[in-house]
Structures are given as structure tokens and as C-alpha cells.
């Protein structure tokens, strides 16, 4: 069953501060709780919400380098910013780590189940009880990162990672 007012959203990662601004102005109130969980784009996130949005409490737990995988067996308790229950929104990143890992090969079906049971936990165990959950998005690469790769060495080489993105699907407490 879905709690009425809990939903996830997905929005690629250079549609974030137009999201979270509007006029240039945050859009969050002062009393909202905000938590950033997943890898470094949830971690750059969380710092570019505190520099535009610094009347709302923004927690950063993104943490570089994590994977969907991590993300589906940490508690509350292994986050030190997650230990507040109390959120209104939630911004989540995974999934990216793990494709990467893979050189860009791995099934969408896969991913799709990382991401899936990372969200899962993050819903349930994580951050209950938030009214919001945003899903981002990455930016694709022009080329590889690293110099004479093959593998990962095309914008098309990621497009899988924007399908499972806007695929995947959880249930909400």
C-alpha cells in the first residue's frame, strides 16, 4: 500500500537547482529536513542545496564511491546522518558506481534490481516516513574518465544507467 502523501520522483541531475530553486530562491521552508543519501552526485548535491537553500536543516550522507549494493544493506545506524527520522525529503543516488564498476556492461536487469533493493532499504530502513523521495539522475560522459578505455567510452555506452533510472520502482510504506 502508498502512503498518501510519499512519492519518488526522477529528475536528471542537471535539472537539480532548477528544481530546488525557483527565482533564485530556495523552495524548501526553513523548518524542512532535508537528507542526501547514495554516491558522490548525492554528495555534491547536498552541497550545493546547503549553499542555496541555508534556511532548511540539509543533511549530507552521500558518500563517494558507494554502490546500490552498499546502499541496500546500510541501517540507519551505519550513516551518522541518518539517525534522524524525521524527513521531509530525501534525495537518493545509486546506481552509478555499480554500472561503472561493471565497464558498462552490466544488464539492465541487474541494475535495475541493485537500485531497486537499495531504494527498498533507503525507504524502509534508512529514511522512513519522509513525505518525499527524489531519485536523481546522472550526467553522461562525452568520453571515458580514463585515458585508452574502451569499455565506458561513448555517451552511448550509458545510456543504460538513464533507462534503469526512470525504470525502477519501489514500494512506499
Not at 521552508?29 to 542555496?52: K, Y
Not at 560522459?141 to 526512470?166: I, K, R, W
Request: aromatic residues 10%.
Amino acid at each position: 500500500k502508498m502512503m498518501k502523501n510519499s512519492y519518488i520522483i526522477y529528475f536528471i541531475s542537471t535539472s537539480f537547482v532548477t528544481f530546488s530553486l525557483q527565482n533564485g530562491n530556495c523552495v524548501h521552508a526553513a523548518s524542512q529536513q532535508i537528507l542526501l543519501v547514495g554516491d558522490s552526485m548525492a554528495s555534491f548535491m547536498g552541497h550545493t542545496l546547503e549553499s542555496f537553500c541555508q534556511s532548511a536543516k540539509v543533511s549530507n550522507a552521500g558518500i563517494g564511491g558507494t554502490t546500490a549494493e552498499n546502499w541496500a544493506a546500510y541501517t540507519a545506524n551505519d550513516i551518522e546522518q541518518c539517525q534522524n527520522n524525521d524527513w521531509d525529503s530525501v534525495y537518493i543516488s545509486v546506481g552509478g558506481n555499480d554500472f561503472l564498476g561493471s565497464g558498462c556492461t552490466m544488464s539492465t536487469s541487474e541494475l535495475k534490481s541493485r537500485m531497486e533493493g537499495a531504494i527498498q532499504n533507503i525507504v524502509d530502513n534508512i529514511a522512513p516516513g519522509a513525505s518525499t523521495y527524489l531519485l536523481t539522475g546522472y550526467c553522461m560522459p562525452f568520453s571515458s574518465e580514463e585515458e585508452g578505455s574502451e569499455q565506458c567510452g561513448s555517451p552511448s555506452d550509458f545510456m543504460p544507467l538513464s533507462e534503469v533510472t526512470s525504470m525502477v520502482s519501489v514500494a512506499m510504506p
